[in-house]
């Protein structure tokens, strides 16, 4: 298959209009303009019948056969034949087999006017039989045109339209010229950008004013360059906090195992000194599994999450039993056990975790679990009774890394955050009388169709 590029297309475009438009033209207008030119032959004889009013001139000075031969354009002939035996014709006939052929298509004739053609001597012949009343007797009036006339206009019309055709097909190179320019510039612009975020620049703008429609083209560059400008300082971002995260842990179980070859014991004793290492490598081991869970949270933004008919008191319950060793002096209370929805069972339990867990540092003494549907909706909620969260630090709360006050690892609220966007919804945080609430709501569709069923 021949490739082209767009400036070949542009050709071809144009060549092939004006190709398709000549073809056409040069089918269509030879029997269309000779069609009219019939037409208009026809009437050139009526009108010359009607105006001579009958031929009288040429009854007085009759013309011979030999005349009927004289093919001058715009010439008209005329001759009376009466609707009675034994009358001559008058004026000037035609040859005797024309002149029969005419007379039958006279007597034949109903209309008051009728037009005819013969052909003769290799030529057409054009004309007009009128009924008329000569000295009260029937009678038809014929007047004849050659073919000349009209195959002389043709030809004429035909040579012009050519000569147009010509002038037009170059004068038609000016905007195919014009066009290329018009549609290389700004692609040349877009190409050269497109080359500099290949090799990973994508720090300078992109803004073109003019066309709408490449403005429009360039609006959408210039957002995917921002979004992937957003998303390199992101992933730049979660490395840094990462590495930090991990650099301690590893640090002090660096430094430990140094000082335990070096026969120095950090801590009093053997076990207590391992006892540290154990903690930061499962320390570190947790910061990892976090790490990867929320990459692999990502990595499903293109797919939808299995959603699977749950009851929220079989995820609560064993989350209260999990977390209920870790502060004995917090209860945790769990309401509407009994809401069926649907949703990922395993992101679902990630979620609360993450919220039960980031409540236990903060509660006072108590922390609420509670689900509900709300026509349409699924609404989750973990409430803890602790201190209010500062209102500049609410807007920032689910951002990767970012740690307020007791803050841990940073990733915990912004998993919570990309599961609930998995599941079509959003989560919030707010201030209450009381403490601080976390509330996750998505939409509940597919629970609707399996009840259905």
């Known amino acids: 298959m021949i490739k082209v590029n767009l400036t070949q297309r542009i050709w071809l475009a144009f060549i092939s209009i004006i190709v398709i438009v000549v073809l056409s033209i ?8 000779k069609g009219t030119m019939t037409d208009e032959t026809y009437r050139i004889i009526e009108h010359e019948q009607i105006r001579s009013a009958y031929p009288l001139l040429d009854l007085i000075n009759p013309r011979n056969e030999q005349e009927f031969t004289d093919r001058d354009p715009g010439r008209v002939g005329h001759f009376l034949i009466y609707d009675t035996l034994g009358r001559a014709t008058e004026g000037a006939p035609p040859p005797k087999e024309v002149l029969q052929e005419m007379a039958q298509n006279a007597y034949r004739q109903e209309a008051h006017r009728g037009r005819y053609e013969i052909q003769y001597g290799g030529a057409t012949v054009f004309y007009v039989i009128t009924k008329a009343q000569i000295d009260e007797r029937p009678a038809f009036h014929i007047s004849y045109m050659w073919d000349t006339y009209r ?45 500099q975020i290949a090799n990973r620049d ?20 210039e957002r995917m360059r921002q979004n992937l400008n957003l998303y390199d300082r992101a992933q730049k971002t979660f490395i840094q906090h990462a590495s930090h995260e991990l650099k301690t842990p590893i640090m002090v179980i660096k430094s430990y195992a140094h ?27 947790r910061r990892v599994i976090d790490m990867l869970y929320y990459t692999k949270l990502d990595s499903l933004k293109e797919e939808s999450p299995k959603h699977e008919e749950l009851v929220f008191g ?34 679902l339990e990630v979620l609360l975790e993450n919220l039960v ?59 919570v955050k990309r599961i609930t966007e998995l599941h079509g919804g959003c989560p919030k945080v707010e201030n209450t009388e009381t403490g601080v609430k976390f509330s996750i709501s998505f939409p509940q569709h597919e629970l609707k169709k399996t009840k259905k069923k």
């Open 259 to 285: 000082s335990v070859k070096d026969g120095i014991m950090p801590k009093n004793n053997m076990e207590q000194t391992m006892d540290v290492i154990i903690e930061e490598a499962n320390r570190m081991e």
């Open 26 to 33: 040069i089918i269509i207008y030879p029997i269309s303009i």
């Open 314 to 347: 079989q995820i609560a319950f064993q989350i209260e039993e999990r977390f209920r060793v870790q502060r004995e002096d917090v209860k945790i209370l769990v309401e509407g056990a009994e809401t069926r929805f649907s949703g990922d069972v395993e992101q």
């Open 151 to 195: 195959d002389e206009m043709v030809n004429r019309l035909w040579e012009r339209l050519l000569y147009i055709l010509l002038l037009t097909s170059c004068l038609s190179l000016i905007p195919a010229i014009w066009l290329k320019h018009y549609l290389r510039q700004p692609l040349i612009i877009l190409g050269n950008h497109l080359e």
């Open 202 to 221: 994508w720090q300078e703008p992109l803004k073109w004013k003019g066309d709408e429609d490449f403005q429009r083209l360039s609006d959408q560059f």
């Open 357 to 415: 867990e980031n409540a236990l540092r903060y509660a006072k003494d108590t922390i609420w679990m509670k689900a509900s549907l709300k026509e349409d909706q699924v609404l989750i909620t973990v409430e803890n009774n602790g201190d209010s969260i500062p209102a500049q630090d609410l807007p920032q709360l689910f951002n990767p890394f970012y740690k307020g006050n007791k803050g841990k690892f940073g990733l915990g609220l912004a998993i």
